[in-house]
């Protein structure tokens, strides 16, 4: 079955530092993808970044960043310079496979304080 | 735009009530998925569902089940609400790109 563990519950920080939340997972799946989603005090989900198991290559987009190592079933997301409005619950998702079937890790609670 | 929507933001219903938790996406997705989120639990799948008139149980289908006669449509049915049913009530489908959300139901069973 597949199982996601995001071990930091709560995460502080003061705005413009930079933030690594973590991510591990496990699948049975041989091809997967693996998501990020952020759900901001109004408590929508909003898609953030997805990765495919195929591609291992790390890339930026803006102010976010991650780092896939499927050797140890990592998928870490990096905010760059933190602001107040990046405060949110993130989540990690691995999903893909036949039924495009998301699990969600417990989420990280991210504080940024000015 | 992508959109799903949930027929009610909030709800209130007694205990033994029978509830219906309705789901609408008009993006032709064939998967759709209901999750309800607690405190410190994050997102635990009920049920899902990858074609009309197919379901799939997930972690915690007990005291749930779902109904799906159209593509677009995917309703969670509470038989007989429970106090410990009170949570917020999640809809998404999917496509290879992700999982789009609906802006979620809070349901409270007194």
């Known amino acids: 079955a597949q199982k996601v563990t995001q071990a930091q519950t709560e995460i502080s920080v003061v705005e413009k530092e930079d933030v690594t939340l973590d991510c591990v997972y496990e699948t049975r799946d041989t091809t997967y993808y693996l998501f990020w989603y952020k759900q901001p005090p109004s408590g929508e989900l909003v898609f953030l970044i997805r990765r495919n198991s195929f591609d291992e290559q790390n890339e930026i987009s803006g102010r976010y960043s991650w780092n896939f190592q499927k050797s140890t079933s990592s998928f870490n997301f990096t905010i760059t310079a933190s602001q107040v409005v990046d405060s949110a619950v993130y989540f990690c998702a691995p999903g893909g496979g036949a039924t495009n079937k998301l699990i969600f890790g417990t989420g990280t609670l991210l504080a940024v304080q000015p | 735009d992508v959109k799903v929507t949930q027929s009610s933001r909030y709800l209130v219903k007694r205990t033994g009530e029978k509830v219906f938790l309705e789901c609408v996406q008009d993006m032709d997705h064939e998967n759709m998925f209901w999750y309800r989120q607690d405190p410190g639990l994050g997102l635990r799948l009920i049920y899902f569902?990858?074609?009309?008139?197919?379901?799939e149980k997930g972690d915690i289908p007990e005291g749930y089940s779902v109904s799906r006669e159209k593509k677009e449509r995917f309703s969670l049915i509470l038989e007989s609400a429970s106090t410990n049913q009170t949570s917020m009530y999640l809809c998404?489908?999917?496509?290879?790109?992700?999982?789009?959300f609906g802006q979620g139901t809070r349901l409270t069973v007194v």
């Open positions: 569902s990858y074609d009309v008139k197919m379901k």
């Open positions: 998404a489908s999917t496509n290879t790109k992700g999982a789009f």
